[in-house]
């Protein structure tokens, strides 16, 4: 039967239509609520034709197929009602990069002495040198340039001229030599006159590992959107040798990311002193696998592998490192972000430490990232509804959702959201 607040658009018969495509030719074969693993009630808003609904983690938890087709929502009589999928989340498109900038090396001059003819003058504190700094702007060798006199020592710090830059920024990509198998910690500030100075939050680790995996990260994050038009941008380092910064490419901030759903795993099962291994319950596509670690400290190279059945062979999905680093001079704690999967539907998962090093039992904690599956559904029939997921074998029943657009009276992403309950 029709619902308050249809105002028309959508007659009893339609409604009857989308039931029986629903249910299919024999509706007595349609699933029960209670043939699936996971169901929990919908608060459904009052005099409403149509609502959509998010899957919560617990649901993406328990799906048996990759393709959501084991997801139904009932009405209070059990009888499923009809619905569809929102359009996801789109793939996101190849990073669109910036131009590149030269890295310009800065310099200190010792004290008294003149620094080379048409060097600018930087004004920055801490840097562990007596005297000025300086940077010779007329360079175009990518951050080689040899110290401009024998009075000059170059410092762990390059500069960039990107005053020119318009586009909002997502993260900086650097064109960099690294020492092999250490991980290199990067500061960065901004200024618009080269004596003032901003602090500028970056997210990861520069490293380049040995080995046929071939682990290597020169991108570093940002939190937010950086707009570097009519500023200098500065990149430093300490402590470490055999750093050599060249370039950037901004990588351009698009429209912000739909944020995943994260869920973690259980403890893993220890296989052998380098690997551990979960038997996953779901066929859910995993977007991203986030690995962290509890050991302050700590640094281990892993690679990421999955299979659908025991007799299968691994295959290799993700090579990344994990740690957890203390900042230098007292900075923040430093940990590695989510590595992306791809959308990969495997039963088993297993991450292998890699250069001859372990794994201690419990040294790793994992959680899955989902792709969000929003749905939406016709609020056939009485209240209160049930949300269900989970059952092997379900047959496909969601319908397509032009046709749902445009049988209800408002656009799929104007419908109220229906509240997930007990």
């Given amino acids: ?19 029986m495509a629903l249910a299919g030719p024999c509706l ?19 005099a409403t034709g149509g609502a959509r609904v998010a899957l919560p983690a ?14 139904r929502i009932f009405n209070a009589a059990g009888e499923p009602v009809a619905f569809g999928f929102a359009a996801p989340p789109a793939r996101p498109a190849d990073a669109q990069r910036t131009g590149r900038y030269n890295a310009f090396p800065l310099f200190s001059a010792a004290q008294g002495a003149r620094p080379a003819r048409g060097a600018v003058q930087v004004r ?7 005297g000025s700094v300086w940077v010779q702007l007329d360079g175009t060798d990518g951050g080689k340039t040899t110290a401009p006199g024998p009075t000059s020592t170059r410092l762990n710090a390059v500069l960039f001229d990107t005053r020119q830059e318009k586009q909002p920024l997502r993260a900086l990509e650097l064109q960099a030599e690294l020492p092999a198998n250490v991980p290199v910690r990067i500061t960065g500030a901004t200024s618009t006159d080269l004596a003032q100075w901003r602090p500028l939050e970056l997210r990861g680790r520069l490293y380049r590992f040995d080995g046929a995996d071939g682990m290597a990260n020169l991108t570093l994050e940002l939190p937010q959107p950086l707009q570097l038009e009519g500023q200098y941008l500065r990149l430093g ?10 370039s950037v490419n901004g990588l351009i901030a698009a429209a912000a990311p739909v944020a995943r759903v994260a869920a973690p795993l259980p403890p893993p099962t220890v296989a052998g002193p380098a690997a551990l ?18 050991q302050d400290n700590s640094l281990v190279p892993v690679r990421i592998l999955g299979r659908n059945d025991a007799a299968q062979p691994w295959r290799t999905l993700a090579s990344t490192v994990v740690y957890r680093l203390q900042g230098a001079n007292g900075a923040g704690e430093s940990t590695n972000p989510a590595v992306p999967l791809g959308g990969a539907s495997v039963r088993w998962l297993r991450v292998e430490a890699t250069h001859g090093m372990q794994l201690a039992p419990g040294a790793l904690s994992a959680s899955v990232e989902f792709t969000p599956v929003q749905m939406v559904f016709v609020a056939s029939g009485s209240g209160p509804f049930q949300l269900a997921a989970g059952r092997a074998g379900t047959e496909a029943a969601a319908l397509p959702a032009a046709m749902l657009a445009g049988s209800l009276p408002v656009k799929l992403a104007d419908l109220s959201e229906a509240r997930i309950g007990a």
Wanted: hydrophobic share 50%.
């Fill in 1 to 19: 039967m029709s619902k308050p607040g249809w105002s028309g658009a959508l007659a009893p018969a339609m409604a009857l239509s989308l039931c």
């Fill in 58 to 71: 617990q649901a993406l938890l328990q799906l048996q197929s990759s393709d959501a087709r084991d997801v």
């Fill in 277 to 294: 291994e979960w038997q996953l319950a779901f066929a859910t596509p995993v977007a991203a696998l986030a690995l962290s670690t509890t």
């Fill in 124 to 130: 920055i504190e801490g840097v562990g040198a007596p």
């Fill in 237 to 246: 380092w300490e402590g470490q040798e055999g750093v050599t910064l060249t």
């Fill in 28 to 46: 007595a074969e349609a699933p029960k609520p209670q043939e699936f693993a996971w169901r929990a009630a919908l608060e459904v808003p009052a």
